[in-house]
């Protein structure tokens, strides 16, 4: 399995870091800068905390990246079902953790891209894997 075979959710904070350049996780940018190379699928959890969590300059930023590949992102504003948020909290995700959890289970995406819900590798039965940007940067140079 590769991120360059089959989509990929990237997580609010890897959107974050690398659309603000943050100093501290350099290969966020640089993910961003290589986005053409995936397929992106961005579910409506994530979407949400981008809306709450980016400024008006940086959704702007955003929407311009997602509009140069266009025919490598979905966006996806459906609901997760509520049995799929439960299904992951019963695992020991966070409300919010197991949104976006449920989002990929839904979805059928099998790799997120996260800097920060690593905790979830500690969660047995999971339909996907969580690499850090870094990891996705040096799946991609394989």
């Avoid at 996780?25 to 409506?44: K, M, Q, S, Y």
């Avoid at 992951?88 to 966070?94: D, E, H, K, V």
């Amino acid at each position: 399995m590769s991120i360059q075979d089959e989509p990929v959710v990237l997580d609010t904070n890897v959107w974050i870091f690398g659309l603000r350049r943050h100093p501290a996780v350099p290969a966020c940018a640089a993910l961003l800068n290589r986005i053409g190379e995936l397929t992106v699928v961005v579910p409506r959890q994530i979407l949400r905390e981008l809306q709450a969590n980016l400024s008006e300059a940086e959704l702007t930023a955003l929407f311009r990246l997602l509009n140069e590949i266009p025919d490598r992102v979905k966006l996806n504003w459906r609901k997760v079902r509520l049995e799929s948020i439960r299904k992951y909290q019963r695992l020991g995700c966070r409300l919010g953790d197991a949104a976006v959890a449920g989002h990929l289970g839904e979805l059928k995406v099998r790799t997120l891209v996260t800097e920060n819900r690593h905790f979830l590798s500690g969660i047995r039965g999971l339909p996907f894997r969580s690499l850090v940007a870094a990891e996705a940067l040096a799946e991609l140079d394989a």
